[in-house]
Every structure is written in C-alpha cells, then in structure tokens.
C-alpha cells in the first residue's frame, strides 16, 4: 500500500481551502511521519496513565470505583485509537467500493444526534441542530461514519454547545453540512493569542479519520479556526434533484442496497449480555471480522450502568437474560431511538428471524447458527438504521 494516497488530493488544512494541493514526495513523508508521531503520542498518553494504575492496584491490592472508571475509560480511549488506525488502513488500501444510494441528509444526522443524546448530556454539551431536507448521493455507510466522526470531532473539543445546519447552497445547488462550536472557554474568548493546548484536539486523529472519510466520498470540506470558534463546512455535489447532472441510473440504488465495500459497519458499538463463558466465545468468534468494537457484560444491571452515558449501535443478549428487567431497559432505549437494534441469541435451533417478523421488536438468532447468522443478522439490523 502506497500510504502517500491517504494524503494525495484532500481538501482541507488547518488553513482552510477547497481545491486540491499539490504535494510532493517529500511533504507526503513529512506528513505520515507527523500523522506516525501522532498515533504514538496519542495512544501512549492512555495506556501510561491506565499502567500507572494497575501498577498501584498490583502494590496495594485495591482500587477504588473512580479509579476503576478511570481505568477504563483509558483502556477504551486507547481502543479507540487502534480502530481508528484501522479505519484509515481501509481506506489507504484504494480496495473499498461504494454503492451510491439516495439519502436524506437531515433525517440521517437526526438519527445520529438521537442515538448519541446520552452521552452529549453526560458531557455537558448542547446540540443545536438547524435541519432543512437535503437528499444526497452517497454510499449509507460512509455518510453514517462520516457524520458520527464529525461529532466525534466536536465533542472532543467544544466547551458548550455544537451547532448543526444542513442547508443548500444557491449555486451551485449543493447540499451542505456545517458545524460550529467553541474550542475556548468563554472567558479566555477575548485573549489575543491561544494557547497551543486549546488547538491541540482539533487535528486529532478523529480530524485526520474525518478528512480522510470525506475524501473517500469525494466531499470537498473546510474548517475555519478563529481565536474561539471553530466552523467545518462538508459540501455534497452530488445533490439529488429531479436532473442529477453527471449520474446515470445504474449508479444509484432506488432502494436500500447494502453497500459492497469491505466491512461497512467497522467502528460500529456492539455491547453483548451474556453471563456463560462459552456463548461469549461463540459470539466473539463470530463477530471476529467485521472490524466492529466489542464489548461484554454479564447481566443487565451492567448493561445499564454501561449505556448510563452513552449507548453503542446495537445490544445482543443471550434468551437466559431476557427477562423483565431488560423488557424495561429496552423500552427506555427505544423511547429515546426508535430503530435501536436488539438481537437475542436463543438457546436452540437454527433460526433467524428479522425484527418485525410474528410481531416481534427483537431479532433473533438460533444459538446453533451464530457463526454463520450473528454476522448476517448484525449487518441486515444495523443497515436499516442507516
């Protein structure tokens, strides 16, 4: 793999700007080796605070709850990174295929916002979202990772609130997607210079996955840095009217057609629930190689003290915790989004069986069958939602 493509034709800077730049060989380098300094320097950070505290637990034989949190938090922040140097390998390797659907660009950011409520109000942050309806060509996939990258982006870096706007330009009739927030506590606003430690997270490495995302997708973008507020412009010229200029018929997809690129829901959240060792290695097993984040708890009360703050994209459980209490913790969820995926591995047979089939709010999935159904269930449940 040529890692000089994954540079070669961007369209953003710090300094915003909305052509192509030539690069030569030797900025190309410059630039890998910086994005490698990068990686190390950011995953480092993580996994030397989380050694700090197991080699305390290892000395003192304890470790109190905020430590235990804390601990965790810096394993997955650093889990985090590794998936996203995954997510930019995919897209270096020039192998990833599109499948070009139509889109409602407003309703699929609401969906997104939606799914994500818990974990912005446990930070603190406010969404303000300004949606006009805007239908897009894009493949599904790719738009439902280029808009949770963006917030990704955001929330690591507003102090207050995150402003959306889905609009259409006048000409050309291009769809767009702005955010805007402010990187600088309201305080510090009318200082003349700003401190380094205020810009640092704005080239982050979920910058660098959300640069790279657009580019893949042929999005022009440009980011607006001023001494408080950041601004991020995504363009989409491939707007659907009823002319589309330069898009034949057999490029679009009417209806929902899963797209073809190589593990499209990789990065996507998948908490399990289930207590006996060997259905957790039957369903690990299975999901082994769809590029997804794994996690597993052992009861619901630990699937509720985990989504307390955030929810992933999709819950399995095995049928033995299918009781009243997760009936509840389902309700709660599906309140706040509608379309969340639950699948329930049941304990005999060969079935899958949809969500909506005979009525039922869950699809599921025989536990005789989860190597060769789990995947498929996962892939059909997750891509309604996009």
């Not at 913790?329 to 699948?343: A, G, L």
């Amino acid at each position: 793999m040529d890692m000089s493509e994954v540079k070669r034709g961007a369209a953003v800077s710090a300094v915003p700007r909305t052509t192509p730049v030539p690069v030569s060989d030797t900025t190309d380098n410059e630039r890998w080796h910086a994005l490698v300094a990068e990686i190390g320097a950011e995953i480092a950070t993580p996994l030397t605070a989380a050694l700090a505290r197991i080699h305390e637990l290892t000395t003192t034989g304890r470790i109190d709850r905020g430590s235990l949190r804390a601990l965790r938090e810096e394993v997955e922040q650093a889990r985090q990174i590794g998936m996203i140097c995954q997510q930019l390998t995919r897209f270096a390797s020039g192998r990833l295929r599109q499948t070009h659907e139509r889109m409602q660009l407003a309703d699929t950011l609401k969906g997104v916002l939606a799914h994500r409520t818990r974990e912005t109000q446990a930070r603190g942050i406010v969404l303000k979202p300004v949606l006009k309806p805007a239908e897009v060509i894009v493949d599904a996939s790719l738009l439902f990772s280029l808009l949770n990258t963006t917030l990704d982006w955001a929330l690591l870096n507003a102090r207050s609130h995150i402003e959306f706007k889905v609009d259409i330009k006048t000409w050309p009739a291009h769809a767009r997607l702005t955010c805007s927030f402010a990187h600088r506590p309201a305080d510090e606003a009318g200082a003349e210079a700003e401190p380094e430690s205020h810009t640092a997270g704005l080239d982050s490495l979920h910058w660098r996955l959300l640069e790279q995302t657009a580019w893949t997708m042929g999005l022009p973008l440009e980011r607006k840095d001023d001494t408080s507020l950041s601004t991020l412009t995504i363009e989409f010229p491939r707007t659907a009217s009823d002319e589309i200029e330069g898009v034949s018929t057999m490029e679009l997809d009417d209806g929902f057609a899963p797209s073809t690129n190589s593990k499209p829901l990789a990065g996507s959240h998948v908490l399990v629930i289930a207590s006996r060792r060997e259905m957790r290695v039957q369903i690990r097993d299975a999901l082994r190689n769809m590029g997804l984040i794994v996690d597993f708890v052992n009861s619901v009360d630990e699937a509720i003290d985990f989504c307390r703050d955030g929810l992933p994209h999709a819950i399995v459980i095995e049928s033995i915790q299918s009781g009243e209490r997760f009936a509840h913790f389902r309700d709660e969820i599906t309140n706040e989004v509608p379309d969340f995926v639950f699948i329930e591995i049941i304990e005999e047979g060969g079935a899958f069986e949809m969500s909506g089939f005979s009525g039922s709010t869950m699809a599921r999935v025989g536990r005789d069958v989860i190597a060769s159904s789990l995947p498929s269930a996962l892939m059909f449940e997750l891509s309604k939602g996009l």
